[in-house]
């Protein structure tokens, strides 16, 4: 488990050796340190942390003072100096104070066992001593660290709160961890039109963690789920907030827009979401932030479109592809998908059609298209626009129809708009495989949901919250027992194709929060009327 | 034309991982002839190489055989951007190797910078990382979907199981006469460049 987290502390030493540009003439430069001396008589606890010690934290592992303010460090004469989340020990340090090393430079274990020992070389160190060493760089023994250990401006009463966190660094649990217990939130409509929803999520959330609880929980943590009511809303952003209140350690599987206060929230508590509900599909890879998704963006979509259109041969004459899109965030990413899919595929350019969401007008859009005669059609929207589109009167009748994609979830799937779909050559691309595998993932998800005496109903809810809370709980078991939120997120980033049942495997990274970039394709039969895969699950580079 | 397909794939995999950049040793003058067949055999190449789709630092499909490799020489080296360690300098000397190729680079001879952390480095990734050093239209880093990537590595013996085992390896390939030998990325670029002009010598 060690490794997993190596690599995101490397990036802080790193990050500050290419800021010195140092990087090369460095190596080798400073020892690696040998295993910490045996530990000293530890403080009489950590499991709370004092006031002082809290602070002290604060500015470990996030590089901030109590009032929120970024701490500054310099890098030697260079000039260069690190900020806030950067200048955070625990980046060159580690979380746990266990030291890293990259390219020849390490930063040496901070541990009360290596600071404090009272045979260490040079004397242990004090109050006084430790101040001089992270101030003005100046070890015991007046010896000079290393430039890469920044020089900080801190007074002496956040000098002195460091000290006092020193002192229980590794050893300190997260506030919000207990030995016993972890609580992970979720808002969910409880009350008014999307009740029956929320309570299906909630019930799927809730025997999920009974499983695990049922071994043992994770590292012996009893996972509890605590439900905020978000009430007649798919938003969450009041529930999600009264569930920060209530000090949650993550949320999983909890409806969320990504608008206002609570996303704010969210981010600076650095508190994960994992697998968030409710909203569609994400527009396009947020890249950072806390919220990890675990299906695949628009812009994805429409990439997986442009892909298995541009493997297969060009008719000739063929025009450029229409996307016809919602004006908006949405809409947009959608195209952008589009557009950089073409040309990293040598297509022409699609030509952009927006409206007006909610104000779709189908004749116009089909008119656009007579007039390009596109080689293929990709349309997104948020409602009725695919069965608008696809009964409007094809002023092409003579021609043959362009190949038309849109997103499955724009299909009705009743049998005269299956009909008009087939005959359209509409194909549906999904944000879940459509293979024999993910069938049998339903399957086990419902013989898992009559073990646990939940009814089947909103399946989609049903399955998303499942794979919410299986992905939640591998990255919790990756964390180690040492369980920080910082320590889930990297846990969460170093995810590489994990299956959590029904829905894509899921990969994250360091700029990485929609777990998968892929998307499958099905087709309208035109003599059954049978919806069939086209093609199997198709990856894309972003 | 079957011999020299499993020659080729025994002499990659002999480039397996050193242990560390750090601890690199020093570099071999005389690299090994590791492997080749006299008369090139192109059918032979493809189906080896195969042309599974790499993604290049502009977001371009490239097929790995036919657009990256044929009919030229090639410089393949593994990397991934976020190592700070001991990888700029392998990257900063291919760029003195791209600089001393002058014009050579591109057509005639190929550089290729292969990640073996796909899912980290997108191309957009790779684009800083590649303006870094200043590399031409002769240099590609590359990167695809992990299958994609790893199917690659698999073929040149660069496959790693986490990026931080990364090889240093260098390897020198003329993909017409099927010759081809490795040696480590921090070798000096002037040797890098003669082991290039003189691949195809007898020995």
């Not at chain 1, 628009?298 to 063929?318: E, I, K, M």
């Not at chain 2, 660069?158 to 040696?183: A, F, N, Q, R």
Request: charged fraction near 20%; proline fraction near 8%.
């Amino acid at each position: 488990m060690g490794h997993l987290v190596t690599k995101r502390r490397r990036r802080a030493l790193a990050a500050a050796l290419s800021a010195l540009g140092l990087a090369a003439a460095l190596k080798g430069a400073a020892a690696v340190r040998d295993a910490p001396a045996p530990a000293p008589a530890g403080p009489a606890s950590c499991a709370e942390l004092s006031p002082a010690a809290l602070r002290g934290r604060r500015i470990f592992h996030h590089g901030a003072l109590a009032s929120g303010e970024p701490v500054e460090g310099r890098l030697g004469a260079s000039g260069a100096a690190l900020h806030g989340k950067a200048a955070a020990c625990a980046g060159c340090h580690g979380r746990s104070g266990d030291g890293t090393s990259e390219g020849g430079v390490a930063a040496p274990p901070l541990t009360p066992e290596q600071l404090f020992a009272a045979d260490r070389a040079g004397g242990a160190y004090t109050a006084e001593t430790l101040a001089i060493a992270v101030r003005d760089g100046r070890a015991p023994a007046a010896r000079e660290l290393h430039l890469v250990m920044p020089r900080y401006r801190l007074d002496r009463a956040h000098l002195d709160d460091l000290h006092a966190y020193l002192r229980c660094v590794g050893r300190d649990a997260d506030p919000d961890v207990s030995p016993e217990a972890l609580r992970l939130g979720a808002a969910l409509p409880l009350t008014g039109r999307f009740a029956a929803a929320g309570a299906a999520a909630r019930d799927v959330l809730a025997a999920a963690f009974a499983e695990v609880n049922a071994q043992g929980g994770v590292f012996r943590r009893r996972l509890e789920l605590v439900v905020a009511d978000s009430e007649d809303t798919l938003d969450g952003a009041a529930a999600t907030s009264r569930l920060l209140d209530q000090r949650v350690f993550a949320l999983v599987g909890s409806v969320w827009s990504g608008d206002g206060d609570a996303a704010a929230r969210l981010a600076a508590d650095e508190v994960p979401l994992v697998g968030p509900l409710g909203s569609g599909l994400p527009a396009s890879d947020p890249g950072d932030g806390v919220v990890f998704h675990l299906q695949p963006g628009l812009d994805t979509l429409a990439r997986v479109a442009v892909a298995h259109l541009a493997a297969a041969p060009a008719p000739t004459g063929a025009g450029a592809l229409l996307v016809v899109h919602p004006a908006g965030p949405r809409g947009d990413a959608f195209l952008r998908g589009a557009r950089s899919e073409a040309l990293r595929r040598g297509l022409p350019a699609p030509v952009s059609f927006p409206f007006e969401p909610g104000r779709f007008d189908a004749a116009a859009a089909a008119d656009a298209a007579a007039r390009l005669r596109p080689r293929a059609v990709l349309l997104a929207g948020e409602g009725d626009e695919l069965s608008r589109w696809l009964a409007a009167p094809s002023p092409s009748a003579t021609r043959p129809r362009p190949a038309l994609y849109a997103p499955a979830f724009l299909m009705r799937r009743d049998p005269g708009s299956l009909r008009l779909a087939a005959a359209a050559r509409l194909l549906l691309v999904h944000a879940s495989p459509t293979d024999e595998a993910e069938r049998l993932d339903l399957l086990s998800l419902s013989s898992f949901l009559e073990r646990h005496r939940v009814p089947p109903r909103h399946t989609a809810f049903q399955a998303s919250a499942y794979a919410a809370a299986r992905v939640l709980v591998e990255a919790l078991k990756r964390a180690g027992a040492h369980l920080t939120r910082p320590g889930l997120v990297a846990a969460l980033e170093e995810l590489r194709g994990f299956d959590p049942g029904p829905g894509p495997a899921i990969t994250f990274g360091r700029n990485r929060r929609v777990g998968a970039y892929g998307a499958s394709l099905t087709g309208v039969d035109p003599a059954s009327n049978d919806v069939s895969p086209v093609s199997a699950w198709v990856e894309v580079v972003p | 034309m079957r011999r020299a397909a499993l020659l080729l794939a025994a002499a990659l995999a002999l480039a397996l991982p050193c242990a560390s950049p750090a601890a690199e040793p020093v570099p071999d003058r005389t690299p090994a002839r590791i492997g080749g067949s006299p008369a090139g055999d192109d059918a032979a190449a493809a189906a080896y190489f195969t042309d599974t789709e790499l993604i290049d630092q502009d977001g371009r499909a490239r097929r790995f055989y036919t657009d990256l490799l044929r009919g030229r020489k090639v410089l393949i080296h593994f990397a991934f951007t976020s190592c700070k360690g001991a990888c700029p300098t392998m990257a900063a000397n291919l760029a003195r190797v791209q600089a001393l190729l002058g014009k050579r680079a591109g057509k005639e001879v190929a550089i290729l910078t292969i990640t073996v952390d796909p899912v980290n480095d997108t191309p957009k990734v790779l684009k800083r990382f590649a303006a870094k050093f200043s590399a031409g239209d002769g240099w590609r880093f590359l990167t695809g979907t992990p299958d994609s990537v790893e199917k690659v590595l698999g073929r040149l013996g660069g496959l790693t199981k986490k990026p931080d085992e990364h090889t240093s390896t260098l390897l020198i390939g003329d993909v017409t006469t099927g010759m081809w030998l490795k040696t480590v990325a921090t070798e000096r670029p002037e040797t890098i460049v003669q082991l290039v002009d003189h691949i195809n010598d007898k020995p």
